[in-house]
């Protein structure tokens, strides 16, 4: 496959995070494996690396799955030419999602070559509007089973994989009289970017045209926060770390930003090489490192933490990074190509350095672990893999950097790491988001603790009088009574108990002790229901809702069936019971 001359390249980009923004206008494409002059050679969208380890590509009214050798597994003949700007999108087992013309096709590879139709139109415009419809971004949430669409100046649709509409919502909504997004300029403000998705958080993540950027639930068209970043630039990209931060890079002022995602704040700040392009996106770890590629020649590679590690496999100063480093298939390694240029001058003019370059010379492929520094595989193109390349189909395609990576990260070349699958890779970043605790100022200890005292000490007198109160006042014999009354006349009537019970107390001892004369028992009963009359008196109008009524008294208690009395009562020692009768 020959090279693809590059007579001159010229890359912008600014020197100093403080200058002001200039987007670079150069080609990122900077090898590739045929002439574009043949007619024979097709060139393919932005390749996607499925989770079965295929790469999936447009090439204009086709859609190609190849394996990681460059067969072609299957293809499947589009009515609408595809979108080579945007990579399809993997929307589950056997599904893919692309925009072509505008539209969103839904592709079901386990129909192919079955009565059922394998692609079909899942979202497109009223047939005669369709210049009114222009799709920016898409998005598929496997784990919520939900499709997200950002239409320019239309707003964000939320879509069930069944093409039911959940939801939409636009750059600016109003709650409680105030006005949310767009606070420059409503008139021309819209969404500008792909909805990207973070699976931990559940969230999704869109700026508009003003330089905001909002951060909205999957299930909800409610706005989280948003975040102004237009005094750094309008155009950035942002990625989710699934790992509790937020990375929003600006590729004019060549900064990247960590924020946290359940607020919006920016946790640290960090200056990186230049970027190629408005579009140039990093790649996230399981182990929550962050990788660019620099058109310094340089991988950046920064922890969750904000530190920075720089990494080279040829002489940077005759190289460039100019394509997005990919994951390999366990989380934890990068795929990265540096190309060496011929003729490449760099120079500063005012505010902005300008690169420039002859041609390409060769590429350099590299996995590593950027977490701890150590490489495992490093070739030059062409080598023996990329020879089979140029023998497979993909002989007919026009190729780059980026696909030729695809094939490279797809085919696991040079890499020992075990494969994991996409729920065990967000299983894995989740877990390193922290919980969010609660700061709470607890003063002094001591002071505290003798405050909690005395507070609880006069809950439990509040309680006892707000129950005294309640028992009281609910009694209706006495809402209509003196208090003062009522209080003394249960006082007397306590008194009175009291004697009762003394002299009944005496009487049973002289009973117990020795014969008594029958009138002493008629006192003796007397005494004893005089005295039952004043506990229910104390017990019932003149209760406080302490009383309670007495037991039944051991003592001698009178029976009467109007012949006879009998009297009962125990021994002093109560070794005894004594029961008699008299006659009356």
Known sequence: MPIIPLLILF???????????????????????????????????????????????C???????????????????????CNAAMAPVQGGLGKIYLVAENRVLKINS????????????FFGPVPGQEELIEIIGLSVSTLSSSVFINIKNRGLFAYTTRGQLLWSVGPVIYRFGYQLGCRKNVTDCYFTSVPVIDQC???IYISNTEGELYSLSVRSPYFKWIQDFSSLDKYFTVTPGNNGRLYVTVPARALVLALDVSTGTVLWQRSIGPLSTTECAPVVDSNGWVSFGSLD???????????LKKFSK????????????????????????????????????????????MRPKTVIFTLLVPATGFTYWSERYPDQFSSSLSESDLRQFVLDEGILLAF???????????????????????????????????????????????????????????????IFWRKKKVQGQDLGSFLEKRRSLQLKKKVFDRTITELEQKAAEQAVANEVFEKLGDMVREREGIERKLSTTYSLGRDRAGSQSKSMLPLYDGKTRSYSFLGAKKESV??????K
């Not at 020649?297 to 530190?307: A, D, K, N, R, V």
């Not at 967000?426 to 390193?432: D, G, K, P």
């Open 408 to 470: 490279v990260a797809a085919s696991k070349t040079g890499n020992p790491l075990q494969c994991r699958t996409k729920r065990q890779k967000f299983a894995s970043s989740c877990s390193q988001a922290k919980p969010k605790y609660l700061s709470i100022y607890t003063g002094n200890e001591r002071a505290i603790i003798l405050f909690l005292l005395f507070e609880s000490a006069l809950l439990v007198m509040l309680a006892g009088l707000v129950r005294f109160c309640c």
């Open 110 to 121: 386990f129909n192919i070559g079955s009565s059922k139709p394998a692609a079909e139109v």
């Open 59 to 81: 090439s204009e009214k086709d859609l190609f799955a190849f394996e990681s050798n460059g067969t072609i597994e299957w293809t499947i003949h589009l009515d609408y030419t």
């Open 11 to 57: 890359l912008l980009f600014p020197t100093s995070p403080s200058m002001e923004s200039q987007r670079y206008t150069g080609n990122p494409r900077l090898f590739s494996g045929q002439e574009p002059s043949r007619s024979s050679g097709h060139r393919l969208s932005k390749p996607l690396v499925g989770e079965d380890g295929r790469i999936y590509a």
């Open 297 to 307: 020649g340089f991988l950046y590679s920064l922890s969750p933490t904000g530190i």
């Open 314 to 357: 040829a002489d940077t100063l005759n190289s460039v990074i100019q394509i997005a480093p990919l994951l390999d298939c366990s989380g934890y390694a990068v795929y990265f190509s540096q190309t060496e240029m011929e003729g490449k001058i760099s120079q500063t003019i005012d505010e902005y350095t300008y690169v420039s370059a």
């Open 201 to 203: 958080e559940a969230s």
């Open 578 to 583: 004594t029961v008699f009768h008299t006659v």
